[in-house]
């Protein structure tokens, strides 16, 4: 079953906005990474945060952790063309840090 | 560095047919990972290794089996395919790191059609 869910599921902004999607997931995790990935391709890390931290910036990415609410945001600001691709949250939970479960993701358009 | 490489890029296979999908990476990770991706369902983990010659269960492992005979290859196979295993599979590995955790690397996926 799926730990994350993302939303929306699908969000198009004008090049320059920012753009904002969450991802709620059901059970305690130890940590939370947010991959992109564009049209046919594999998928790339962006950003991890641990379950002790609340923020976490790399770039024009923002991400923060609420684990009261079991959520997060990915907040990418001044968005680009480049941007345009699907996002999704991965978690760990349990014992082991190897083994990731995966949202359903965020498609992101960048409109020029 | 290659990175994560997989083969093949794209096969049709029919009902009942067998095939390895190979993946193979440059890196020296030791966890390697296949995941199956369907519209709509995110990626679902189907196998998984931590270690030369070591092979795990993931989410959805019924139809595939998998083994590790070398820590750069990991392979997975259909023993007789279902159109329900159309999908795109990606492979991914990652460094043991001890405690701290680690980012995984993504192959470029492979687009199987079963009819």
């Known amino acids: 079953s799926q730990q994350g869910e993302e939303d929306p599921q699908a969000l198009s902004i004008q090049e320059g906005e920012n753009a904002t999607m969450n991802c709620s997931y059901k059970?305690?995790?130890?940590?939370l990474q947010w991959y992109r990935q564009n049209s046919g391709r594999g998928l790339v890390h962006l950003i991890l945060i641990r379950s002790n931290e609340r923020e976490k910036h790399s770039g024009r990415l923002r991400v923060t952790l609420d684990t009261s609410k079991k959520s997060s945001s990915l907040l990418i600001t001044a968005s680009r063309a480049a941007d345009t691709a699907s996002y999704f949250c991965a978690t760990t939970a349990g014992f082991g840090n190897e083994k990731l479960t995966f949202g359903t993701g965020t498609r992101l358009t960048i409109i020029p | 560095n290659a990175g994560v490489t997989q083969t093949p890029k794209f096969r049709v296979l029919k009902t009942g047919q067998s095939m390895t999908l190979l993946c193979a990476q440059d890196?020296?990770?030791?966890?390697m990972y296949w995941y199956r991706q369907d519209p709509g369902m995110g990626l679902r983990l189907i196998h998984y290794s931590v270690g030369e010659g070591t092979t795990a269960k993931g989410e959805v492992p019924d139809g595939y089996n998998v083994s590790r005979l070398k820590k750069q290859n990991f392979l997975l196979g259909l023993e007789s395919a279902a159109p329900s295993q159309t999908s795109v599979y990606f492979c991914?590995?990652?460094?043991?790191?001890?405690?701290?955790?680690?980012?995984?690397?993504f192959g470029p996926g492979t687009r199987l059609t079963v009819t």
């Open positions: 059970t305690s995790i130890n940590n």
């Open positions: 890196m020296n990770h030791e966890y």
């Open positions: 991914a590995s990652s460094p043991y790191t001890g405690t701290r955790v680690p980012e995984q690397y």
